[in-house]
């Protein structure tokens, strides 16, 4: 079964940072897309930055600058750098992936995956 497992949320001060990771595992043949989404309370759930298997990228205007999205393809892993943290950055953070994959059974292809999600608290 194909999952992704997101790691490295929790509290920080403002100013601070934080850096989190999602590994992809199951029968993955390629990955076309990983990156980030978040989700304030109220909110609907956002990009912040996305990655392409040509290692394109782009980020939410409100994070250039800030955070940095990078991929390590050999563990099918995604991160995001986050520095200089703001209040308004809270939110629970999730992990995407478009991908191929042998996933019960079944070949698919171009599939959305999500991740958990984490908590990303900014607060003094």
């Known amino acids: 079964q194909v999952q992704l497992v997101e790691s490295g949320g929790g509290l920080v001060q403002p100013g601070g940072s934080l850096r989190l990771s999602c590994a992809a595992s199951g029968i993955i043949f390629s990955i076309k897309t990983m990156g980030w989404y978040r989700q304030a309370p109220g909110n609907q759930r956002e990009l912040v930055a996305r990655?392409?298997?040509?290692?394109?990228?782009n980020y939410a205007d409100d994070v250039k600058g800030r955070f940095t999205i990078s991929r390590d393809n050999a563990k099918n892993t995604v991160y995001l750098q986050m520095n200089s943290l703001k209040p308004e950055d809270t939110a629970v953070y999730y992990c995407?992936?478009?991908?191929?994959?042998?996933?019960?059974?079944?070949?698919?292809?171009?599939?959305?995956?999500w991740g958990q999600g984490t908590q990303v608290t900014v607060s003094s």
């Open positions: 990655i392409t298997n040509g290692d394109s990228t």
């Open positions: 995407n992936a478009v991908l191929n994959a042998k996933d019960n059974g079944i070949y698919y292809n171009n599939r959305d995956y």
